[in-house]
T-cell receptor, first 113, second 112 residues
Framework: NAGVTQTPKFQVLKTGQSMTLQCAQDMNHEYMSWYRQDPGMGLRLIHYSVGAGITDQGEVPNGYNVSRSTTEDFPLRLLSAAPSQTSVYFC????????????FGEGSRLTVL | GEDVEQSLFLSVREGDSSVINCTYTDSSSTYLYWYKQEPGAGLQLLTYIFSNMDMKQDQRLTVLLNKKDKHLSLRIADTQTGDSAIYFCAEKTSGATNKLIFGTGTLLAVQP
């Protein structure tokens, strides 16, 4: 079972460069989300989506774009990377209802120089 | 607003009990969760409690919920070195989505 797959696992960018973090899930989950993890700050929600074609902002959306053209994929785009975006990024998905358990990818570590 | 807070670090000896605490602010939360993150990995659900419960026990894990004080705790009995990890408290916000708000995480270090 693949579950939630994130790529790349590691990336180094220069300030001002753009890139896309990929996230794909094979569990037919309608809900998908992106978090960033920083020391002492826990996980903070960047963007989320309740289904294809629907996205919404989380706690820290500035500097990030998302789209949801299919149920399976939820890419996170950094249009102009800044050092403040150095972090570990996690994609997570869940099915509607139930206990709302989130299934996480293994994370993408991004360094912006 | 929604905010979930935890202490950052806890150190215990192998075989002792560990208690990790969490406070939250959204009184309309429906579910509260404990997730575990091992080094270099994503988070995995450890246990959860529905908001109308006071306590839930699952093998070595005991979750206590005090809704009046908005306080959640996780007790791990007979803590083992394999329990060393970061533990996150999370709340499911009110509404139809599965949006979870996570705490800052508590690093549990188990000394042999």
């Amino acid at each position: 079972n693949a579950g939630v797959t994130q790529t790349p696992k590691f990336q180094v960018l220069k300030t001002g460069q753009s890139m896309t973090l990929q996230c794909a899930q094979d569990m037919n989950h309608e809900y998908m989300s992106w978090y960033r993890q920083d020391p002492g700050m826990g996980l903070r929600l960047i963007h989320y989506s309740v289904g294809a074609g629907i996205t919404d902002q989380g706690e820290v959306p500035n500097g990030y774009n998302v789209s949801r053209s299919t149920t399976e994929d939820f890419p996170l785009r950094l249009l102009s990377a800044a050092p403040s975006q150095t972090s570990v990024y996690f994609c997570a998905s869940s099915s509607p209802g139930g206990i709302g358990e989130l299934f996480f990818g293994e994370g993408s570590r991004l360094t912006v120089l | 607003g929604e905010d979930v807070e935890q202490s950052l670090f806890l150190s215990v000896r192998e075989g002792d009990s560990s208690v990790i605490n969490c406070t939250y602010t959204d009184s309309s939360s429906t579910y509260l969760y404990w997730y575990k993150q091992e080094p270099g990995a994503g988070l995995q659900l450890l246990t959860y409690i529905f908001s109308n419960m006071d306590m839930k026990q699952d093998q070595r894990l005991t979750v206590l919920l005090n809704k009046k004080d908005k306080h959640l705790s996780l007790r791990i009995a007979d803590t083992q070195t394999g329990d060393s990890a970061i533990y996150f408290c999370a709340e499911k916000t009110s509404g139809a989505t599965n949006k979870l708000i996570f705490g800052t995480g508590t690093l549990l270090a188990v000394q042999p």
